[in-house]
């Protein structure tokens, strides 16, 4: 039986089957327009994506079935590790799609059913009588999947926070206050800290302030201009700055606002940093759909545009960077990434890779659980149908215009 097909059946025993047309990625982009920008696009993959994960899991069988792939430098740790990157790194993305509200349209009913999945996983990811409790007492990587866990309650707090029963929550709080085991490595994982104190903070919970602050203070001082952040003291050239960086100062930012002037003033700062290193990441994209593969963890795929999706769900884009040629460039690369074959399992499991199966080039800390970073390129999801993002007429991106002939855009450098 074909990936293809078993996930088709999987979605069937849902109730899905009636939503996915026969082809559900159309393909590789070659030198042409895009082959698809439409939203069914963008949720049947996420879809794909986040079915095999969540279906298993809402009954307690993630362990049971997932397929797992490690880096063959593997550095040793406890390989248990997986399965809560793969929950952690999913929702992540997944929640501000899942916060639009219900409705009967087949994009609805397919939402409705993968926030059942969700909050139903919740009980068993804290629950340590649960078969699929997740990895939260060992070493020190549980905190950076705890912290995309919060981020994914801060993005949709009324569907996927809310809802939960008291046990839950409870559980939930005191694993975060757990963390504070951890010591942090000097480099972003700093942020890490932060965002679960941020959580703790926005729901009337305890918390402790001077790891905000520490976070907060070290990446000023971090701050390396242009719109770049070093990734502690040395400037590291990867895709940090999008997996981690901006989108989490940002948020950690907005939840503190409410505490006076000087921090609304630190997030908009913070905001126009992120603008001018979202108009990098737009310029980034070739004429073909394609974008430099450099830095380490490259295989967290879309991930990599996580602040330039961020930036079209709030309706916050870059000037000079327009809702139809975001779409189309983003598209692009997902139409060109995915469309390699090798990117999923027999089982429907991401696998290590950039575009298809490239095991070799997966970091030392990297598993199959860890690909599911690219949900964090799928914010603009978070957007109704009839957002002018969705409805606007596609337009070339910087790259295709430029090496097409048009006007486009001059660049310099922005201090802020």
Known sequence: ???????????????????????????????????????????????????????????????????????????????????????????????????????ETPEGKLRTKILELLL?????????????????????????????????????????????????????????????????????????????ETFLFSIGEAYDPSRIDFALRKHEEWYAGDGWFKDGPVFHFDYYNSYVIHPMLLDILSVLQ???????????????????????????????????????????????????????????LPDGVSKGQVRAALSAVANRMFGVEGNFSDKGYLRLGFAGHQPAIADSYSNSGSMYLTSLGFLHLGLPADHAFWTAPAEDWTSRKAWSGQPFNKDYAVNF
């Open 258 to 316: 409410v505490q006076g002037k000087q921090m609304e003033e630190k997030y908009r700062l913070e905001l126009k940093r992120m603008q001018r290193y979202s108009t990098f990441l737009e310029r980034l994209i070739s004429p073909e759909g394609t974008f430099p593969a450099f830095g380490r963890s490259i295989t967290y795929r879309l991930g990599a545009f996580q602040p330039l999706s961020q930036l079209a769900l709030m309706d916050q």
């Open 1 to 103: 039986m074909t990936a293809r097909r078993k996930f088709l059946q999987t979605a069937s025993l849902l109730g899905l089957g009636w939503i996915f047309p026969e082809k559900m990625v159309p393909g590789r982009v070659a030198d042409g327009p895009v082959l698809s920008d439409s939203r069914v696009f963008w949720y049947e993959l996420l879809t794909k994506i986040a079915i095999p994960i969540l279906d298993p899991m809402s009954r307690g069988q993630l362990k049971a079935s997932m397929q797992l792939e490690y880096s063959p430098a593997w550095d040793g740790r406890d390989k248990t590790v997986a399965y809560m990157e793969a929950f952690g790194r999913l929702i992540a993305g997944l929640t501000p799609w899942l916060a639009l509200p219900q409705d």
């Open 120 to 196: 139903k996983s919740h009980t068993h990811a804290v629950n340590p009588a649960a078969k699929d409790y997740l990895t939260w007492h060992k070493e020190g990587q549980p905190l950076v999947d705890a912290a995309f866990i919060a981020h994914s309650f801060l993005r949709a707090p009324k569907q996927t926070w809310e809802p939960l029963d008291s046990i839950t929550k409870k559980r939930y709080i005191e694993h975060f206050i757990s963390l504070r085991r951890v010591k942090t490595p000097y480099n972003n994982w700093l942020l890490f800290a932060a965002m679960l």
